[in-house]
């Protein structure tokens, strides 16, 4: 969370580093900060809580001719969302920048104190600043001021700091947290993430844990933090292309992500499958050569939405490996310390490939000898760079903070890479893949089918946006869906919604069934139609109200639910799976549009949750 960002170089740089916050945005929207530093050594700052776009009209406070300066978008870990909480924070002789969390801050914050440091916020950051302040003098020099600094915190961090003593350099240092500089002509920059960057260089250095770099406009040093000089190769990005920011004619970006998906599907399927020779065309250079004889369990991990689609991913990889096949949320991995090894493959699914709970299960099972693939949305991102393989799901840079796109092309990379696996390891069945061949071959035309009917699903959505509590249901791979469903009402509509399986409803849940708890049932006519069909029932015998995810021609569910959102029947569950949930995402935003929601910021949520 919270994105950071820094220039030196001889523009004018407040409009500039204005802009480079808009784009990173996307890592939190609860305050936002840019200071600046003139050649002789004044450091200016404005903050405002709220969006980037509060800074607009403050800009004019910043000297329009500095040209070295910091930025950085919040989303508040500790200590409330306030001006007073929002970065840079600034004392007389610096300003810093944090993403991050430094959990030993309180006893830090106490030992401080108790030397006569007075504190002016909640934040975690602020002790760092105060440290800094206490460990530096003219004859330590920043260098190793800043060294001693990091070395007492723990926690993650990603650090920007500008020295009122040497106007012209940023000092930058990185535990746990993304940071890139980007290597420029006559200027140089940072920040955490590319999309800050791309617009200006294509040239960037990547800085690992542990390392801390000295940037100024015509040359960038990089250390290690016990002073060792590092010489890492600058990585050219001329093939990284920028995604437009614009919503087009869309009126939220999550709905033009929802429209996309019918162009990620085909251009997957055109990748990956050779429709008219029924083939499947190979995997990318590494992916394709990895020795799978060696596995004896797989473990899937992820958070969210990510691990929701892992989940579904699951019933097609057990089926195709034929050895265990679990699911974790990244975040229970790592704390259990699985058994895991080298006889382990490890399959991390993350849409940004910057979320710390992932990268921290694939570092622990790194560690313990597994090899890692990455599901991955985001080209260079810490996971990407971490994994032993990539499987990139292509999905174009996703802005709305709720997965949509995302979502679904993971699906599809899960589907594939599995198909492939089960091909070189011989389990496919005969007519397996002329099947799914065939089923490919119609999904586009599926796809358009749901995406025609937005208009009803406003309509149908509408009558449910005051019912405060929802319950989703789901059998088999559609009981991840019931899930995804459920998170994505809740995230960007605030009600609140809980999935389940369709099993589960007599063992618990039953009990909530009234006329005013809509249970959204996915109830295709598939394998567990019957089973899915009785659950209806039994909420119908109670009065309860059922808004049905089923093709429109069924009349025995149109007989008993109050609303059909209609989803048309697909001949593969997997993919059943996928379609079905895309009249649930337009489900959550028409009921969201309707409470007029803040449907790509929600309220309280980052894109990249970098912070455990
Ligand atoms: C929900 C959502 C989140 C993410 C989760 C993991 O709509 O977007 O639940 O799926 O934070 O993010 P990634 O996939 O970037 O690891």
């Known amino acids: 969370m919270c994105g950071i960002f820094g220039y030196v170089g001889d523009r004018p740089c407040r409009e500039f580093i204005l802009t480079a916050l808009k784009a990173l945005e996307y890592r939190g929207y609860d305050s936002a900060g840019i200071a600046t530093i003139s050649s002789k050594g004044k450091i200016s700052f404005v903050k405002k809580k709220g969006k980037v776009a509060n800074l607009d009209d403050l800009l004019s406070s910043l000297p329009a001719e500095n040209t070295v300066g910091l930025g950085h978008t919040r989303w508040a870990t500790h200590g409330v969302v306030s001006d007073r909480n929002a970065h840079p924070h600034v004392s007389q002789k610096f300003a810093i920048i944090h993403n991050g969390i430094i959990d030993n801050y309180l006893e830090l914050k106490e030992s401080l104190s108790s030397s006569g440091f007075s504190f002016e916020t909640e934040t975690d950051t602020e002790v760092i600043l105060k440290l800094l302040e206490k460990n530096y003098s003219k004859e330590l020099g920043i260098e190793k001021a800043l060294l001693k600094t990091v070395s007492s915190l723990m926690g993650s961090f990603a650090l920007g700091v500008m020295v009122l003593d040497c106007p012209e350099v940023l000092y930058i ?46 040359s960038i040093e990089i250390k290690n933090f016990d002073g060792s000089v590092c010489h890492p190769k600058v990585v050219n990005l001329s093939d990284y292309e920028l995604s437009t920011n614009s919503k087009g004619s869309y ?49 899937m991990v992820g958070c969210g939405s990510a691990y929701y689609a892992a989940c579904v991913g699951q019933y097609t990889l057990e089926k195709h490996f034929r050895i265990p096949v679990s699911v974790f949320l990244s975040s229970e991995f790592h704390q259990r310390k699985m058994h895991v090894g080298s006889d382990t493959l490890v399959l991390a699914v993350s849409q940004s490939g910057e979320t710390a709970d992932t990268l921290a299960a694939c570092e622990y099972a790194k560690s313990t000898g597994a090899t890692i693939i990455a599901v991955c949305n985001t080209p260079y991102s810490s996971l990407t760079r971490l994994a032993d393989f990539t499987m990139y799901i292509q999905a174009g840079t996703e802005i709305g903070v709720a997965s949509t796109k995302a979502f679904t092309a993971t699906l599809l990379a899960l589907m ?52 405060g509590n929802f319950l989703f249901m789901g059998r088999g791979h559609l009981f991840p869906i019931a899930l995804e469903g459920a998170l994505k009402l809740k995230e960007i509509s605030y009600c609140h919604a809980e999935g389940y399986a369709g099993g589960e409803l007599k063992h618990g849940p039953i009990s909530l069934v009234t006329e005013e708890l809509p249970i959204v049932a996915i109830c295709p006519t ?9 659950n209806m029932e039994e909420v119908a015998a109670r009065q309860g109200c059922i808004i049905a995810v089923a093709p429109r021609e069924n009349k025995e569910v149109k007989g008993i639910a109050e609303t059909v959102l209609h989803c048309p029947d697909v001949d593969d569950p997997f993919l059943q799976a996928l379609v079905s949930n895309i009249t649930l995402q337009f489900f959550a935003y028409y009921v969201a549009l309707k409470l007029g929601r803040h449907i790509d910021q929600p309220r309280n949520l980052a894109k990249s949750v970098t912070v455990e």
């Open 251 to 299: 009126e939220h970006f999550m709905l033009k992500e929802i429209y996309e998906q019918e162009r990620i599907v085909s251009s997957h399927i055109e990748m990956f499958y050779d429709l008219a020779f029924e083939k499947q065309r190979e995997l990318g250079v590494g992916l394709k050569d990895i020795d799978l004889s060696k596995y004896r369990q797989l473990v």
């Open 416 to 467: 594939t890479l599995s198909y492939s696996f089960a091909k070189k390891l011989g389990t496919l069945e005969s007519d397996e893949l002329s099947k799914l061949i065939q089923n490919l071959k119609a999904l586009p035309e599926k796809i358009k089918d749901v995406l025609s009917c937005a208009p009803q699903y406003k309509e149908l959505a509408g009558k449910y946006s005051n019912c």
């Open 173 to 218: 240092l990185r535990e746990k947290s993304p940071l890139i500089i980007g290597q420029g002509q006559g200027e140089n920059l940072f920040a955490s993430d590319l999309v800050a960057l791309a617009p200006y260089t294509k040239n960037f250095f990547f800085l690992e844990d542990g390392q801390f770099a000295r940037i100024k406009k015509d």
């Open 526 to 534: 598939g394998v567990f139609y019957k089973k899915m069909f009785s």
